[in-house]
């Protein structure tokens, strides 16, 4: 079946760095693409997310690039902060209903003071 | 706004025994919720799909006679785990969409199921 592939499966960066994390995916009919922040023994967040009609998408220290015709879209992360750790999966679609979604494997993102 | 709750958060029980989960949107009316199961370190996976008023779709591999699905009203799916075994414990997690054409899922805080 159609998925969604993310890399890294780890991160780490130090206070201040950026952090990127990149998926792919294989639903040409996908047009949502959210991304999750999840903490241990939580459920995940909803922290950003972009639609196939729009390239770029920014909420302050985030920001979410889609390249609809290479079929990935980033995670991009500026001045991270130590509560930033956490595991961020993406997802797509499926199809262009907008409702159920494919996740990706996760991103364990460790940010080091 | 945008918020889904889950009860209970934590649940132990004895192989053999059922157990109910709830999920519950606070704020708005989700006519469409979704049910995943995530292991340990690894990603969510789509148990269901669940719509008020109707019957729940499963997604392959899924048991629909042991998963029991129910939505009965816009604000309030319940996921029932019947005769339930060690391999049955999990992290289980909701979903709630939100209405109109934003299409965004909001998740629930999620319940730990474990089966003695």
């Known amino acids: 079946g159609e998925n969604v592939e993310q890399h890294p499966s780890t991160l780490s960066v130090q206070e201040g760095d950026s952090a990127v994390i990149k998926c792919t995916y294989s639903d040409s009919a996908s047009n949502y693409f959210p991304w999750y922040k999840q903490e241990l023994g939580k459920g995940p967040q909803l922290i950003i997310d972009?639609?196939?009609?729009?390239g770029e998408k920014k909420d302050q220290r985030i920001a979410v690039t889609l390249n609809k015709t290479a079929k990935h879209f980033s995670l991009h992360i500026t001045e991270t902060q130590p509560e930033d750790s956490a595991v961020y999966f993406c997802?797509?679609?499926?199809?262009?209903?907008?409702?159920?979604?494919?996740f990706g494997k996760g991103t364990s993102l460790l940010v080091t003071p | 706004g945008a918020v889904v709750s889950q009860h209970p958060s934590r649940v132990i029980c004895k192989s053999g025994t059922s157990v109910k989960i709830e999920c519950r949107s606070l704020?708005?009316?989700?006519?469409?919720m979704f049910w995943y199961r995530q292991f340990p370190k690894q990603s969510l996976m789509l148990m269901a799909t669940s719509n008020e008023g109707s019957k729940a779709t499963y997604e392959q591999g899924v048991e629909k006679d042991k998963f029991l699905i129910n939505h009965a009203s816009l604000t309030l799916s319940t996921l029932t785990v019947t005769s339930a075994h060690p391999e049955d414990s999990s992290f289980y997690i909701c979903?709630?969409?939100?209405?109109?054409?934003?299409?965004?899922?909001?998740f629930g805080p999620g319940t730990r199921l474990t089966v003695l």
């Open positions: 997802a797509a679609s499926i199809g262009n209903s907008g409702y159920a979604l494919n």
């Open positions: 704020d708005f009316q989700a006519t469409t």
């Open positions: 979903s709630a969409r939100s209405p109109g054409p934003a299409d965004t899922q909001y």
């Open positions: 972009i639609r196939s009609n729009v």
